[in-house]
């Protein structure tokens, strides 16, 4: 299983304002993912953040709100763009164990104010 | 687009009852995975299963997979306090993309 480390676990913002959010793996992974979840809600994912390579976003999600930068196999950043109160979540990186199953860092809970 | 949905979205049993989520999708699944969610943690994986009609027993839980890889079901026999915490299902299509069902968020009275 991959250790994942994800800070900050959690901030209190000012709209408008940006946040990055840092991922770290204890081992080389080929894919990020970002993930969304709002209260009492489910997962969504956000983008999928690829080595070398632009990150691919889901419908809904575009770079300019949320930029992410992957610059080697251990390291991926989420930063959330001009934030308003409808951008508070908690945000979660993952990757990909051997069964394709998903392992989770701890989660930013982000409250925009 | 895909859709995986889950029932009931909120449980509450007594210690000791019995608890069953159900989870479908609007496709076929490569495979289904279960994750456990406590409060204000992150999800944890708890399994997956693979072969059409699939059944896998952990403990007290058992999940199952439907013949035709398009629902599952999770039941907990005999459910304790630290069942407590929200269920979500996972299904993963033929391009390695997860598809969270909506979750049951299961509350165990002592």
């Known amino acids: 299983s991959a250790v994942i480390s994800q800070k900050p676990s959690r901030d209190i913002c000012q709209r408008g304002t940006s946040l990055t959010i840092q991922c770290q793996v204890d081992?080389?992974?080929?894919?990020m993912f970002w993930y969304r979840q709002q209260p009492g809600q489910s997962l969504t994912l956000i983008a999928t953040?690829?080595?070398?390579?632009?990150?691919?976003?889901e419908s809904g999600f575009v770079i300019d709100k949320f930029p992410i930068s992957r610059p080697n196999l251990t390291f991926s950043t989420l930063t959330v763009s001009n934030m308003s109160p409808e951008d508070s979540s908690i945000y979660l990186c993952?990757?990909?164990?051997?069964?394709?199953?998903?392992?989770f860092g701890q989660g930013t809970r982000l409250t925009v104010v | 687009g895909q859709q995986v949905m889950q029932i009931p979205q909120y449980q509450h049993v007594q210690e000791g009852e019995d608890f069953t989520t159900y989870c479908n999708s609007s496709t076929t699944l490569s495979n289904i995975q279960w994750y456990k969610q406590r409060p204000g943690g992150h999800p944890v994986f708890l399994i997956q299963l693979v072969k059409s009609g699939e059944v896998k027993k952990q403990k007290r839980l058992t999940f199952q997979f439907g013949e035709a890889k398009k629902n599952s079901s999770l039941h907990i026999t005999a459910t304790q306090t630290t069942d407590v915490g929200t269920y979500f299902c996972a299904g993963l299509d033929n391009f390695n993309k997860f598809y969270f069902g909506s979750g049951t968020k299961l509350n165990v009275k002592p």
């Open positions: 993952s990757v990909a164990g051997l069964l394709a199953e998903a392992f």
């Open positions: 081992s080389q992974v080929t894919m």
């Open positions: 953040a690829n080595q070398g390579s632009e990150a691919t976003y």
